[in-house]
């Protein structure tokens, strides 16, 4: 989830939860959803993994309300493929919903239109969150947001899982340009191997790389394939 320029490896440095602190200056992070996509992988059969439920509830609504409750100034959740039904599980959150037309074209496009949604608001970071992620906590995505202010705001957060690069990332202010220009199927990894800022790593455990792409992997993952859940 264009072309940013000349390609540099990104400088990542490892760093742990009982090493981050509180500063008095706190930069604000916005958090964007990306759930537009159309989820080919799942097959004619499988359903919309989006709305497979864990726990009873709809995967798309279990991750918003993650993202609510963390420390973020804002949840912003990008929709396409199944629109009506993706607001209908949404529809009572304290959340903004943008409506991405484009969604077809590949996840360049959600990032671009929930970015587009949320630079007014004067975020200094953008974390981007993936709809099919069902192990990302909040307190995961507190600890990510509590290095992106430790770091003053000028650094690319990354989470990962033993030291593997996984998701969510934390995107500041200095390469929204560079979201804006994102074509085609291209989504935030190739921005942070393109870049020229430090890369700060924060270990999540296997949550930062468990993503749900096929029936196996929901039902593997402890979800429940459902045409019209209900919540």
Same mark, same amino acid.
């Given at each position: ?29 916005? %958090?964007? #959803?990306?759930? &537009?996509? @159309?989820?080919?992988?799942?097959? *004619? ?5 989006? $709305? +497979? ?72 970071? %953008?974390? #981007?969150?993936? &709809?099919? @992620?069902?192990?990302?906590?909040? *307190? ?5 947001? $509590? +290095? ?84």
């Amino acid at each position: 989830m264009g072309s940013c320029g000349l390609r540099i490896q990104a400088t990542a440095r490892p760093i742990l939860p009982d090493m981050l602190e509180d500063k008095s200056v706190e930069p604000k992070v916005a %958090i964007v #959803v990306l759930a &537009a996509g @159309m989820a080919t992988r799942m097959g *004619p059969e499988g359903g919309y993994k989006l $709305l +497979a439920t864990f726990d009873g509830v709809p995967l798309v609504r279990r991750l918003a309300l993650t993202a609510i409750a963390s420390k973020a100034t804002s949840v912003t959740v990008v929709l396409g493929h199944r629109l009506d039904d993706m607001r209908k599980v949404l529809s009572d959150l304290s959340l903004n919903i943008v409506t991405n037309p484009d969604y077809a074209s590949g996840m360049a496009s959600s990032l671009t239109a929930g970015f587009a949604a949320v630079e007014p608001e004067g975020a200094d970071g %953008i974390l #981007v969150m993936l &709809a099919d @992620m069902p192990g990302v906590t909040t *307190p995961d995505l507190n600890q990510l947001i $509590l +290095a992106f202010q430790n770091s003053q705001g000028t650094s690319i957060l990354r989470a990962v899982s033993q030291g593997e690069r996984g998701n969510p990332v934390i995107l500041p202010r200095s390469m929204y340009e560079a979201v804006s220009r994102l074509e085609g199927d291209i989504g935030a990894r190739h921005l942070i191997e393109t870049s020229e800022l430090v890369v700060i790593e924060v270990e999540i455990g296997e949550a930062a790389r468990i993503d749900v792409d096929t029936p196996s992997d929901v039902i593997a993952a402890g979800g429940v394939l459902m045409s019209d859940p209900k919540f």
